[in-house]
């Protein structure tokens, strides 16, 4: 079983990554927490996949065990469902003692995750991630929080996670446009850290080969925030992809690009904008075209420069004037460019030509 330690100034995460470990999930909350009622949250397009499974696992280890399943997608991010989230801890009687378990992707993880952070001032948590973007991104470092109709992730809190128990063996039965979702952020990894990552992505990733992928990108995570928890200085360099893409992500407004595939179109704005500036080593774009394609991930946008320089500007989290711009050198090395939102859109209205 592999096991990493992620150790802020605010707690201390256990992360447990292994296949078949989330049958072991109960007995490690057994052991960590006092308390014996545990209240899953979980989506519905989850809950009949593992909700059963592990309502009985908890009892089995001595839980009383209840549940909230919450409309699978984006738009379930929001206060309401934190609101519901809220009284259904009530009602399972969860006191500071007691566990809320985020059963599924970073939908789950983000709301559940804020619930647990700010009800009686948090109670436990453990993160059990069934999507690859929660198993090597979200369920770790402890960002959570929800949507509101002005932006995303505008309301939320920094709450480590006490436990994270990642299987990857749980990610057999999702579909392959949400694996290749989790697949931009891998590319982010080894664009950022670690550049023999990307030499070990094959077309097609299962086993102890996802394992060890797995295991390396929540490696490089925890060494991140252990850092920096709170998002000044290293912890920029994961928004490698994430500026622009944030900006395509909203513009398609929330539907028309997921995540994984604006952060892919993303990054290659950011590798181009290197390269404009003369930061990048220019074979890294064709690497990184070369992967993206690999994995059924955009490398066109249908939108104008204008529009772009537009979304980025009006990022309701870009409050100063001055953005910090994550670059890379070469694979496997990053660095935070500082610059002036306007230089960045002119920098995007060179990047965004016809030829993108
Ligand atoms: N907190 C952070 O640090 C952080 C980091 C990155 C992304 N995020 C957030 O994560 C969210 C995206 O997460 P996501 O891509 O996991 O989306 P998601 O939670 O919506 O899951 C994607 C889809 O997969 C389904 N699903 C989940 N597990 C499954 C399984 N094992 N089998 C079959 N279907 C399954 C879900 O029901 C959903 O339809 C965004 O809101 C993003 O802002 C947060
Ligand atoms: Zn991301």
Redesign the pocket.
């Known amino acids: 079983m592999k096991k990493l330690l992620l150790k802020s100034a605010s707690a201390e995460s256990e992360i447990y990554i292994e296949r078949g470990m989330l049958e072991n999930a109960p007995a490690l909350c057994a052991g960590r927490f006092p308390g014996r009622r545990a209240h899953i949250v979980t ?4 809950a009949p ?2 909700l059963k499974k592990i309502t009985e696992l908890f009892e089995g280890a001595g839980f009383s065990a209840s549940s909230s399943v919450l409309e ?3 738009t379930s ?1 929001n206060l309401n469902s934190v609101s519901r989230l809220y009284e259904d801890f009530s009602k399972a009687r969860l006191t500071r003692a007691d566990l809320a378990v985020a059963l ?7 709301t559940a ?1 804020f619930a647990a952070a700010t009800y009686l001032r948090g109670i436990n948590l453990c993160q059990i ?6 198993q090597v ?9 929800v ?1 509101l109709k002005q932006g ?2 505008l309301v ?1 809190a920094f709450y480590q996670p006490h436990i994270v128990v990642i299987d990857p063996d ?6 392959e446009k ?1 694996f290749c ?2 697949m931009a ?1 891998v590319i982010k990894y080894g664009f950022i850290a670690d550049g023999d990552i990307l030499n070990s992505l094959s077309a097609e990733l299962s086993g102890e080969a996802l394992l060890d992928i797995i295991f390396r990108c929540v490696e490089i995570k925890r060494n991140i925030v252990e850092k920096d928890e709170r998002d000044l200085s290293v912890r920029m360099l ?1 928004n490698f992809g994430h500026t622009i893409g944030h900006a395509i992500e909203k513009l398609g407004s929330y539907a028309k690009f ?3 595939q604006s952060v892919a179109l993303g990054m290659k704005a950011a590798l181009k904008a290197g390269i404009a500036l003369n930061v990048t080593k220019k074979d890294s774009l064709a690497l990184l075209n070369d992967l993206l394609r690999r994995y059924g991930l955009n490398t066109d946008t249908p939108y104008k420069a204008s529009e772009i320089a537009e979304a980025v500007s009006s990022d309701k989290k870009i409050f100063s004037k001055t953005i910090s711009f994550i670059l890379i050198r070469t694979p496997g090395e990053a660095l935070i460019y500082n610059l002036s939102l306007q230089s960045l859109e002119q920098l995007i209205y060179e990047i965004f030509r016809e030829d993108f």
Do not use: M
């Not at 991630?129 to 929660?134: E, G, K, Q, S, V």
């Not at 991104?137 to 929080?145: F, H, I, Q, R, T």
């Open positions: 989506d519905s397009n989850v996949l593992f699978a997608g984006e991010k599924g992707g970073g939908v789950i993880g983000d995750g991630p069934t999507t690859l973007l929660a991104d979200s369920s770790v470092g402890g960002k959570c929080g949507d995303k992730n939320g749980v990610l057999k039965t999702l579909p949400f979702d989790g952020e994961l997921s995540h994984g």
